[in-house]
C-alpha cells in the first residue's frame, strides 16, 4: 500500500498529513541575556522553550506578522532567543584612543558577512507530498540566530492514525559575539550595551571586538577580549543615540563572526496626531496639518487598509456578545444567525462551533427579554429570534413576537405611540414595527400578517410624509422598506439634500434638534449616516461611497458604532455597501503633494488582514494635500491615515478637570525592584485609562499589577514596550486614585521615561499628559 504524507493541516492528498515544528533553545551563557536586554519574551508568562498542550498558542504569539490563518498554522520553524535583522553597510575603522593594539598571534581577519537574519519563524509549508515510500525533502534556509532547534514532526492518516518524531540539530561557531540589545531607545538615551562573547572551543582565544553603529554614536567601541576555554565574557560599549530613526549595530569579533541588529529610536516630546479614515471606493485627497515645531526626525505618516465588511464583522462577532443590554442582547443573536451566509458572501470562512455557543447565549438573553416584552423590546428582539429556524424555541418566540407587534397597529397604520410622543417619534416607531412584522414571513400565516401590515403602514407613511421635516426620520421609513413610488422619491430628495460633508470629503446625516429615536433617545450622527445608507443604497444620485467613508471612519472596536440600534443599522449599512468581496490584489498609494510617499499591495488571500504602509513624513509641517488610491478601486477597502509627530513640551498643560502625578524611584540598579507612583484626579463617575511611560529595558512586574486589579484599584492593564496602561474605575466626588507598582530595569544609563497621560475612556479626545522625566540606572 502507498503512503502519502502533506505537510499542513488544510491540504490532505492521499494517506497521511505531517505536521512540523522547528523550534529554537536559545543558549544564554554568563549574565541571562533575556535580564541584560530586558526581553519581554523570556519573562513572559508562557515559555518558549517548553512544549505542551498550549504549544501552537505560543509559537502563534512569537510569529503574528507571518502568521498563517488558524486553519493552516500546521507548519512552522521557530527560533528562540532576541530577533533581530538589519542591513550591511560600510564599516569605518575607528579604534578607540589608548586601545591596546592588536597581538601579533592573532592579526585582525577580513571581516566576514554579517549575520542578520533572525526570523521568530522561518518555513512555513502548507503542503508537502512525499513518494511512494514515505519520504520527502524540504529545502529550509536556516536563520542565523545561534542556537539549538528542535523539530516536532506529527502524522496522521485518512482514517484517524497518528505517529509523531522529535529531532533537533544545532547552529552555531566556534567563537560567536552576541550584543544584547533593547527592542527600542527614546532621543538622548545614553545606555551601556552588553555584548557577549562566547567561546565553544577547547582553549583560550583572543580577539579584536568592535562594535560601531549607523544612527547612534558608540564609545569604547574597539578593543582586544581574551575569553577562556568553553567560556565567555561580556563586555560594555555605549551607546548615545541623539535623534529619532532607525539604528544599525554591528559587532565583529576578528574574523570569525560578525552580527547585524537593528532597533528604533523613539522622539521624545508631545506626541501631535491628526487621523483621517474612509473608503478607497475613489481616490481620496485630505488636508492635513502638520505641528510647525516639529522635533526632527519624529514626523511620520501610517496608512492602514483594511478590508471594509469583512473586517468589521469579524471584529463584530469578536466584540458583540460583551456589550449588555436588551437591543444589543438581540444584536448579538441576530449576527450568530447570519454570520456563516454573510461571511461566505464576502470570502471568509465561519467557526461554527463559536457561532452555537454565541447563539446559545445571546439566545438565553433574549428568550429572558422575551417573556412579557412591551411592543418596542418586541420589535427589537423578533427579527433576531426569527434568523434562527432551526432553534424551535427561537423561532416560536420570534412568531409570537412578531405578531404582538402586527397586532399593535393602530386603524391609521401607525405603530406604537404614547402621551406626550411627537409625530416624529411615532413615525420612527412605525418604521421598527414594519422591519419587525416583515421579518416573520417564513409562514403562512406571517406572510399574511405581514402583507395586511404593509398597506395599512404604506397609507400611514403616505398620509404623514409632507409632515416629515428632518433626514433621519425620513430615512427611518426608507429603511423600513414600507413606502414606494412617489413616496419613496420624495423621501430620498429629502434625506439627500439633508447630507452634509466633511471637509476630507466625507458625507453624514446630521441630527436635527429634538429628533429622537424610538426609545426617546437622540441618535447619534454615525446612526443617522447609517440609516442613510440604508435608505439611499439604491439611490444612483446618492453619495454612497462618502457616506461609507464616514461610517468607517467612526467605527471603533470596542463598542462598534455605539449601543445595540446603532450597530445593528450600522452593521447592515457597511453590509450593503461593500457585499462584494475582494479582489485579490489592491495596488494602495500614499501621495504628499503628488509625489508618493509610500506604496504596497493589499493582498485578500493573504496571511494578514491589514495593510501597514509607514514611512517617514519629513517636511510636514503646516497644510498639505495627502491622497489615497486603490488601484483599481474597491468600496470594500477601508482605510486609515495617521499623521504624527512630536513637538517640544510646554512649559504648563491645561488638565481641564483631569490631573496626573507620577513619581519615580529615586535611585535604580540594573536587576533590583523599584516603585513608581501615580495619583489621578477626575470628575465623579468618569472611567479613564492612565499610559505610564517607561525608559527602555526597564519591566514591569506583573504581580503588582495583579494585586492593584484584585484590589479594586484597577479594572485591567496592558503591557508593552516602554509603557503600561491602566484602565481605572469610575470613582465617586472628591475620591483621588492613587496606585503603586514595582518595575525592574535591565539596562544601565541615563534613559528617558516618555510622558504619561491619563485619557477618560468615552471622551478619547479628552488627554492630559505630564512631561516624561530621566532615570539614571546603576
Given at each position: 500500500m502507498k503512503r502519502y504524507f502533506v505537510?499542513?493541516?488544510?491540504?490532505?492528498?492521499?494517506?497521511?498529513?505531517?505536521?512540523?515544528?522547528?523550534?529554537?533553545?536559545?543558549?544564554?551563557?554568563?549574565?541571562?541575556?533575556?535580564?541584560?536586554?530586558g526581553d519581554d519574551r523570556m519573562l513572559a508568562k508562557k515559555s518558549l522553550q517548553t512544549f505542551g498542550q498550549n504549544e501552537a498558542d505560543e509559537m502563534e504569539e512569537a510569529a503574528a506578522p507571518m502568521a498563517p490563518p488558524p486553519a493552516q498554522s500546521v507548519g512552522r520553524v521557530v527560533g528562540g532567543g532576541k530577533g533581530g535583522g538589519g542591513k550591511d553597510f560600510a564599516m569605518k575603522k575607528a579604534e578607540a584612543p589608548g586601545a591596546p593594539p592588536l597581538p601579533a598571534s592573532e592579526p585582525e581577519?577580513?571581516?566576514?558577512?554579517?549575520?542578520?537574519?533572525?526570523?521568530?519563524?522561518?518555513?512555513?509549508?502548507?503542503?508537502?507530498v512525499t513518494d511512494a515510500s514515505g519520504s520527502a525533502t524540504v529545502p529550509v534556509k536556516v536563520p542565523d540566530r545561534l542556537t539549538n532547534w528542535r523539530v516536532l514532526a506529527l502524522a496522521h492518516s485518512r482514517s484517524g492514525a497518528q505517529a509523531g518524531a522529535v529531532s533537533s540539530f544545532a547552529g552555531t561557531l566556534p567563537t560567536y559575539v552576541d550584543p544584547v540589545l533593547p527592542p527600542f531607545l527614546r532621543a538622548g538615551d545614553v545606555v551601556r550595551v552588553p555584548v557577549q562573547v562566547v567561546n565553544t572551543t577547547g582553549s583560550p582565544v583572543t580577539r579584536p571586538l568592535k562594535v560601531e553603529a549607523q544612527g547612534a554614536a558608540v564609545e569604547g567601541g574597539s578593543r582586544t577580549v581574551t575569553v577562556p576555554a568553553a567560556g565567555s565574557v561580556v563586555e560594555y560599549v555605549t551607546v548615545r543615540t541623539a535623534q529619532p530613526g532607525p539604528v544599525t549595530l554591528r559587532a565583529s569579533l576578528g574574523g570569525t563572526d560578525s552580527v547585524v541588529r537593528t532597533f528604533d529610536v523613539w522622539p521624545t516630546g508631545r506626541p501631535v496626531v491628526e487621523t483621517r479614515g474612509g473608503t478607497l471606493a475613489a481616490p481620496r485627497t485630505l488636508e492635513l496639518v502638520g505641528p510647525e515645531s516639529a522635533v526632527a526626525g519624529s514626523e511620520r505618516v501610517r496608512l492602514l487598509v483594511f478590508p471594509g465588511a469583512l473586517?468589521?464583522?469579524?471584529?463584530?462577532?469578536?466584540?458583540?456578545?460583551?456589550?449588555?443590554?436588551?437591543?444589543?442582547?438581540?444584536?448579538?443573536?441576530?449576527?450568530?444567525?447570519?454570520?456563516?451566509?454573510?461571511?461566505?458572501?464576502?470570502?471568509?470562512?465561519?467557526?461554527?462551533?463559536?457561532?452555537?455557543?454565541?447563539?446559545?447565549?445571546a439566545g438565553q438573553r433574549v428568550?429572558?427579554?422575551?417573556?412579557?416584552?412591551?411592543?418596542?423590546?418586541?420589535?427589537?428582539?423578533?427579527?433576531?429570534?426569527?434568523?434562527?429556524?432551526?432553534?424551535?424555541?427561537?423561532?416560536?418566540?420570534?412568531?409570537?413576537?412578531?405578531?404582538?407587534?402586527?397586532s399593535a397597529q393602530r386603524p391609521d397604520g401607525t405603530c406604537q405611540g404614547a402621551d406626550g410622543w411627537t409625530l416624529q417619534r411615532l413615525l420612527v416607531a412605525t418604521a421598527d414595527c414594519a422591519r419587525a412584522v416583515r421579518a416573520g414571513t417564513g409562514s403562512d400565516a406571517g406572510r399574511r400578517r405581514a402583507s395586511g401590515f404593509d398597506a395599512r403602514v404604506a397609507g400611514a407613511f403616505e398620509r404623514y410624509v409632507t409632515r416629515v421635516q428632518d433626514g433621519y426620520t425620513a430615512a427611518a421609513v426608507l429603511a423600513s422598506g414600507g413606502v414606494?413610488?412617489?413616496?419613496?422619491?420624495?423621501?430620498?430628495?429629502?434625506?439627500?439634500?439633508?447630507?452634509?460633508?466633511?471637509?476630507?470629503?466625507?458625507?453624514?446625516?446630521?441630527?436635527?434638534?429634538?429628533?429622537?429615536?424610538?426609545?426617546?433617545?437622540?441618535?447619534?450622527?454615525?446612526?443617522?449616516?447609517?440609516?442613510?445608507?440604508l435608505a439611499l443604497v439604491d439611490d444612483k444620485e446618492a453619495p454612497l461611497a462618502d457616506?461609507?467613508?464616514?461610517?468607517?471612519?467612526?467605527?471603533?472596536?470596542?463598542?462598534?458604532?455605539?449601543d445595540g440600534r446603532a450597530n445593528l443599522v450600522g452593521l447592515k449599512a457597511a453590509l450593503a455597501l461593500f457585499k462584494e468581496p475582494l479582489p485579490s490584489q489592491v495596488s494602495v498609494v500614499l501621495e504628499r503633494d503628488g509625489k508618493v510617499v509610500t506604496e504596497g499591495t493589499f493582498d485578500a488571500k493573504a496571511l494578514r488582514e491589514v495593510l501597514a504602509l509607514e514611512g517617514a513624513a519629513t517636511g510636514s509641517a503646516g497644510k498639505h494635500t495627502w491622497a489615497v488610491r486603490a488601484e483599481p478601486a474597491v468600496p470594500g477597502l477601508g482605510f486609515s491615515l495617521t499623521l504624527g509627530a512630536y513637538v517640544p513640551w510646554r512649559a504648563s498643560e491645561t488638565g481641564r478637570g483631569l490631573?496626573?502625578?507620577?513619581?519615580?524611584?529615586?535611585?535604580?540598579?540594573?536587576?533590583?525592584?523599584?516603585?513608581?507612583?501615580?495619583?489621578?484626579?477626575?470628575?465623579?463617575?468618569?472611567?479613564?485609562?492612565?499610559r505610564q511611560g517607561l525608559p527602555a529595558g526597564v519591566q514591569v512586574d506583573r504581580a503588582s499589577l495583579d494585586a492593584l486589579v484584585n484590589e479594586g484599584k484597577v479594572t485591567s492593564y496592558e503591557v508593552e514596550d516602554g509603557a503600561v496602561s491602566l484602565t481605572l474605575p469610575?470613582?465617586?466626588?472628591?475620591?483621588?486614585?492613587?496606585?503603586?507598582?514595582?518595575?525592574?530595569?535591565?539596562?544601565?544609563?541615563?534613559?528617558?521615561?516618555?510622558?504619561?497621560?491619563?485619557?477618560?475612556?468615552?471622551?478619547?479626545?479628552?488627554?492630559?499628559?505630564?512631561?516624561?522625566?530621566?532615570?539614571?540606572?546603576?
Open positions: 505537510l499542513g493541516g488544510v491540504c490532505l492528498v492521499a494517506g497521511f498529513a505531517l505536521n512540523t515544528c522547528v523550534r529554537g533553545l536559545a543558549r544564554y551563557e554568563a549574565p541571562s541575556a533575556a535580564a541584560l536586554a581577519a577580513p571581516a566576514t558577512p554579517g549575520r542578520a537574519w533572525f526570523p521568530e519563524t522561518f518555513l512555513f509549508e502548507p503542503l508537502v473586517g468589521v464583522l469579524r471584529s463584530e462577532l469578536n466584540a458583540a456578545f460583551g456589550r449588555g443590554g436588551a437591543a444589543e442582547d438581540a444584536y448579538a443573536l441576530l449576527l450568530a444567525g447570519r454570520a456563516p451566509e454573510l461571511l461566505k458572501s464576502l470570502g471568509g470562512t465561519a467557526d461554527e462551533e463559536s457561532l452555537k455557543r454565541m447563539a446559545a447565549l428568550l429572558r427579554a422575551g417573556r412579557a416584552p412591551d411592543v418596542a423590546t418586541a420589535s427589537l428582539l423578533a427579527e433576531a429570534a426569527l434568523v434562527h429556524p432551526d432553534n424551535p424555541v427561537l423561532a416560536r418566540l420570534g412568531e409570537r413576537l412578531s405578531g404582538q407587534v402586527a414606494s413610488g412617489s413616496v419613496r422619491d420624495s423621501l430620498r430628495k429629502q434625506v439627500r439634500e439633508a447630507l452634509q460633508k466633511r471637509p476630507d470629503g466625507s458625507a453624514f446625516l446630521p441630527v436635527g434638534p429634538g429628533v429622537v429615536r424610538a426609545d426617546g433617545l437622540v441618535p447619534s450622527e454615525t446612526e443617522a449616516t447609517a440609516l442613510a445608507v457616506l461609507g467613508t464616514s461610517l468607517l471612519a467612526d467605527y471603533r472596536p470596542e463598542r462598534g458604532w455605539g490631573e496626573l502625578a507620577v513619581k519615580g524611584p529615586a535611585e535604580v540598579k540594573v536587576g533590583m525592584p523599584a516603585e513608581v507612583t501615580v495619583q489621578a484626579a477626575s470628575p465623579a463617575g468618569m472611567a479613564l485609562t492612565l469610575p470613582r465617586g466626588a472628591a475620591e483621588p486614585f492613587s496606585a503603586r507598582f514595582r518595575v525592574v530595569p535591565t539596562l544601565a544609563g541615563s534613559l528617558q521615561a516618555g510622558a504619561s497621560s491619563l485619557t477618560p475612556v468615552d471622551r478619547p479626545d479628552l488627554v492630559f499628559h505630564v512631561p516624561p522625566a530621566t532615570w539614571a540606572v546603576r
